[in-house]
């Protein structure tokens, strides 16, 4: 029941939210980025304009938010001192305040990425690990449960590189997430996947156990410098295998970008032209280079500090057993379910709050 220090408590709550959203320098960015998308040659540059356009978008996007969280704090407030005369306005006031917690929740959220990509686009890749047709089924698995999570959120799906497998399942699945914090949220996922089930492959129905990699990069903004020498990529193109355009299996439109340097292959085959395709790969390819950069700067650092970094791609993050028991259970965060079929069919949200809010907790200890 809603009273004066639940109010009290969301009050403050939304004060601290106008601190570390910096409300102000909010209102100030968006009112530049609206006097620049006024200036007659805004659309020379349709890359920038489109950038400078959804950075609005976001932006005005969470000031209403917040205009709405204060209008909800005045209307809870109003609302339980005339319910001391009637108390049908109890119930307005319950109201207000349920639908307050969940915009405070938000903000709360929000908050724990700070990150320079966080907010922005990320590509997903699921690897099958040992294991064969198991292995290729899992990713496939995976690949579905990622995309029924993207949909609740409604962000946007693009695929990238979604090979079927020979007999079952995905060879590999590569797609791009379009929406807002898409990159910081689903970071929680990157690192290895472990499945324990009767296997739907195995005559005799034995308990196997499965792996898969879950890659997560950001698509990086055409203003971030990356040292990309087209002259290090070989490209290769071939028939592509996938879903894709009208003649994708007719022709080779599916690319292959191969970085000389370093060994990282990248394929792109779900456009709809090889041009396209190409471009992709080397967007893509742009940010596992950069990614590779990352890591070895925070590699050296470490070392500089004599601090050991968590490995946290590679290694095993999420245990999904659906044989003898039913249970998922994130070994980082320790957020566990047994309703195993809601997971596979992207319910995910807790793990991934989960693990978010672990991190921010163990960064404040």
């Known amino acids: 029941m809603v009273d004066e220090k639940t109010i009290h408590d969301q009050e403050t709550r939304l004060d601290q939210a106008h601190a570390f959203l910096h409300i102000e320098e909010k209102q100030t960015e968006l009112k530049k980025l609206d006097d620049e998308s006024a200036a007659a040659d805004f659309w020379n540059d349709p890359d920038h304009a489109q950038q400078v356009s959804k950075r609005a978008s976001d932006l005005r996007d969470l000031l209403a938010a917040y205009k709405r969280a204060r209008s909800l704090a005045d209307d809870c407030r109003a609302a339980l001192e005339l319910a001391q005369e009637d108390p049908e306005f109890a119930a307005d006031a319950e109201a207000a305040s349920r639908a307050l917690d969940d915009l405070l929740e938000r903000f709360e959220i929000e908050s724990w990425f700070t990150g320079k990509f966080d907010e922005g686009t990320a590509i997903v890749t699921i690897n099958p690990g040992a294991g064969g047709l198991e292995a290729q089924d899992w990713v496939d698995m995976l690949y579905r449960m990622y995309v029924r999570y993207c949909e609740s959120k409604g962000w946007k799906i693009e695929l990238l590189d979604v090979v079927p497998g020979t007999e079952i399942g995905l060879e590999r699945a590569s797609f ?45 903004p055409t203003d971030i410098e990356v040292n990309l020498d087209p002259n290090d990529v070989r490209v290769d193109v071939y028939r592509s295998s996938g879903p894709g355009g009208q003649c994708v299996n007719t022709t080779d439109s599916a690319v292959r970008l191969t970085h000389i340097p370093t060994g990282i292959v990248v394929t792109c085959q779900d456009q709809k032209s090889q041009i ?73 949200d807790e793990f991934v709050i989960g693990y978010h809010r672990w991190r921010a907790e163990a960064s404040q200890q």
């Open 276 to 348: 396209q395709n190409r471009e992709v790969a080397f967007q893509v390819l742009r940010s596992r280079l950069y990614d590779l950069e990352e890591r070895k700067r925070q590699e050296e650092i470490a070392a500089l500090r004599g601090e050991k970094l968590e490995n946290s791609f590679g290694s095993q993050i999420r245990n999904y057993v659906l044989y003898p028991y039913q249970l998922v259970k994130d070994l980082r965060s320790g957020v566990e379910t047994s309703n195993v079929d809601a997971v596979l069919d992207g319910d995910i």
């Open 176 to 220: 791009r997430v379009d929406g807002r914090f898409a990159y910081g949220m689903l970071r929680s996922e990157i690192g290895v996947h472990r499945l324990v089930r009767i296997s739907p492959t195995d005559e005799k129905k034995r308990r196997h156990t499965t792996f898969a990699s879950v890659e997560v990069m950001p698509l990086l």
